[in-house]
């Protein structure tokens, strides 16, 4: 907030301090404990707990996997919700309702009907086992839970600001000589891109993070299939609390500096649309 | 219009030329240009176009004026090609156009709401047409420059539509319109989002604008100053057809029809004007007629005047000043009708009873309109001839 711009709702003192204060209490004092804990290592016995070979290889995994998924995601979801703003079909309220149902769901139920879904002799990865293509306990596998978990993010990102850009758009680049490719690719997708961006990065960083759901189908091989959330688990067992919260701090890191692009994104484009020069 | 538009014009002139030397309409000007035959569109059970017939010659700006729901924008956007006609022939520059496209009908279309894109600088805005026509870059570089300095918006390239202003927004999507050099232009409402006072001056700019670049020009209004002012031709539309065509002299002074006598002007709607002085020949007491403030005079009662026979009088009810007028309603007949006093003559007051004299009144019959004069101005006229 600028300092010459008063706002229509007054109160802007009251307001900051409650958000602040929310802010504090559920996100930034849980997260400073993570630096507390983690601050009880020295600096080398913190790097060399966050570069072991098979934390570093959980890393990969976790990002690998979330990245894919979320790219796959956005396709996905902003087909799906393309469908949904666009055309009319019988179910469409139903499908609208079922694209939540990942939120809702506990993670460990999905992950553990995934599982039997897709290993060799369930009903999907049967099918895939006929093309020698394993899914569970593979990093196909982790992909597949993450983008069971992470469409909603993109569905309803996408959804509201599609329903914003109105056909007259489509239909000046239409005149203007514009193919059906081309007026998506040029007009309309600017528009969403925002949106699509916003929706890929909480889908990554939610993909990151997510746990119960990726580990009944992970298989959990050392090096392999081994999620960097699943380190963290790992360390929690033998109570080693330093080192746990260390392997977190890392992921916060990462999941702080993908936000993070996100948010330079979005002010950019609010930048544009606002008017503010 | 103001003095600094003018200048401005002038300055861009020089950056227009090229572009209105290739635009101008080679030779053939008053020819049909655009001519719909028998359209009709439904959307479900509603008629929206019904038998839509008209002609517009190359290189004129024409009018489509009517109330709301009238089917205006329903005929631009089949003429556009966004929307097509259950019935009926389009035909352009001769040629039958109903199975083309409109990205392939080389048509300018500006929208109501303009819809610019919003991430997009002005630049690149108008830059769009030429470039999924796969232009060379230096010459769309060259086209759009040109094209901003020719709607005077010079230096604002960059800016994004979010930070222009409603005026400039227009014109942006005007040249945007305009880059792909098409040879028909079509602008629904292009003025309903603009302020009144910037509307004024935009109205004079794009009638200069339109007929320096020679461009035929077809633009939806609901506003009858802007079709009277700003046309060359009229189309009046009611209930999707067309309900009268021609110049805005024409319409205005013989609107012919009951609908457009009660459509155009400032129309007052008056029963039994056989009552009136005058008027006595009119019989049927049932009948309407139409009073525009420029059929009546009004004169304080001390002052001369010259048919005292069939005048009347009556009370100013209330007064309105409009600038250069008072805008007097005068009950007559337990009838209020609205007159216009310049503001030069001596001050009639609310409560004051005045004379009117009707000099001519438009007789509704039916679906038609007939011209009535007062009883003193035929005799007059005759005992002229005579
Ligand atoms: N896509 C559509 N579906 C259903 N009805 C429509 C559609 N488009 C237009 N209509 C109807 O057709 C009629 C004419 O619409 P149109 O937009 O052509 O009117 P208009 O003269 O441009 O009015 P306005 O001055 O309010 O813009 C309206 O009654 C409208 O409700
Ligand atoms: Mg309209």
Redesign the interface.
């Known amino acids: 907030m600028s300092k010459n711009t008063k706002g229509v709702i007054p109160g802007f003192g009251i307001s900051f301090g409650i958000s602040v204060s929310i802010l504090s209490l559920i996100v930034i004092i849980p997260l400073c404990s993570l630096i507390v804990f983690s601050s009880q290592l020295s600096i080398s016995d913190f790097w060399e707990i966050v570069t072991r070979p098979r934390v570093i290889a959980s890393y990969k995994v976790s990002l690998v996997t979330s990245f894919t998924a979320s790219v796959i995601n956005a396709v996905m979801g902003l087909i799906m919700a393309w469908v949904l703003v666009r055309y009319k079909f019988p179910g469409k309220r139903i499908l609208d309702g079922m694209i939540e149902l990942p939120f809702a769901l506990p993670t460990a139920v999905a992950g553990i009907s995934l599982a039997h879904l897709t290993v060799s002799e369930g009903p999907v990865g049967a099918l895939f086992a006929k093309f020698g293509i394993d899914i569970a306990y593979t990093n196909i596998g982790i992909t597949v839970a993450m983008v069971f978990i992470g469409i909603p993010f993109v569905v309803r990102s996408i959804q509201p600001v599609l329903e914003q850009v ?1 056909n ?2 489509e ?9 059906r490719f ?1 007026t998506f690719y ?2 309309v997708l ?2 969403i ?1 925002p949106a699509l961006i916003a929706g890929f990065t909480m889908a990554f960083a939610r993909c990151l993070g997510e746990y119960g759901s990726v580990v009944f189908i992970a298989g959990n091989k050392p090096y392999e299939t081994e999620i960097a959330p699943l380190m963290i688990m790992g360390e929690l067992q033998e109570f080693d609390y330093p080192a746990a919260t260390s392997v977190a701090l890392t992921m916060l890191v990462m999941a702080f500096v993908i936000l993070f692009i996100n948010a330079v994104f979005q002010s950019r ?1 609010s930048a ?4 503010i ?1 | 219009m103001t003095d600094i538009k003018n200048s401005k014009l002038t300055d861009s002139a020089a950056a227009g030329t090229e572009i209105e030397q290739k635009l101008q309409a080679s030779d053939s000007a008053g020819q049909p240009y655009v001519e719909l035959r028998h359209i009709n569109k439904s959307f479900g059970d509603f008629k929206a176009s019904d038998d839509v017939s008209f002609t517009v010659g190359k290189g004129s700006l024409v009018g489509l004026l009517g109330p709301s729901g009238s089917g205006k924008t329903t005929i631009l956007r089949i003429l556009a090609g966004l929307e097509t006609a259950d019935s009926g022939e389009i035909y352009i520059n001769g040629k039958l156009v109903n199975n083309i496209p409109a990205n392939k009908r080389g048509i300018g279309f500006v929208f109501q709401s303009y819809a610019l894109f919003r991430y997009m600088t002005v630049f690149d805005n108008i830059a769009f047409g030429l470039r999924t026509k796969k232009a060379p870059k230096d010459e769309i570089k060259e086209k759009v420059n040109s094209l901003i300095d020719l709607v005077g918006l010079t230096g604002l390239n960059k800016r994004y539509p979010n930070q222009l202003s409603g005026g400039q927004r227009q014109r942006v999507a005007f040249a945007r319109a305009l880059a792909t050099e098409p040879s028909l232009l079509l602008l629904d409402e292009p003025f309903a989002a603009i302020d009144a006072k910037v509307r004024q001056e935009l109205r004079s700019w794009l009638k200069d604008l339109i007929q320096r670049v020679g461009i035929t020009s077809i633009f939806v209004t609901h506003d009858q100053s802007e079709a009277i002012e700003v046309a060359d031709q009229i189309i009046i539309t009611n209930h999707g057809h067309v309900e009268r065509s021609g110049s805005p002299i024409e319409i205005y002074s013989n609107p012919e029809s009951s609908f457009v006598t009660k459509f155009i002007g400032q129309p007052t709607i008056i029963d039994n004007p056989g009552i009136f002085n005058g008027f006595s020949k009119i019989r049927e007491s049932r009948s309407t007629a139409v009073l525009r403030p420029e059929f009546i005079s009004v004169t304080k009662l001390n002052e001369p005047f010259r048919y005292n026979i069939t005048s009347e009088t009556g009370i100013v009810e209330k007064s309105f000043f409009r600038g250069g007028d008072f805008e007097l309603k005068v009950r007559v007949h337990d009838q209020l009708l609205t007159v216009n006093r310049p503001i030069t003559q001596e001050r009639i007051v609310p409560g004051e009873e005045v004379r009117i004299f009707i000099r001519s009144l438009y007789l509704l019959d039916g679906d038609k309109a007939v011209t009535v004069l007062n009883d003193s101005l035929t005799a007059a006229e005759s005992t002229y001839v005579i």
Do not use: D, K, L, Q
């Open positions: 109105e007259e758009y239909e000046a680049a239409f005149i203007m000589g514009a193919g081309e040029r007009v600017p528009e891109r484009a544009i649309i606002s008017g020069r």
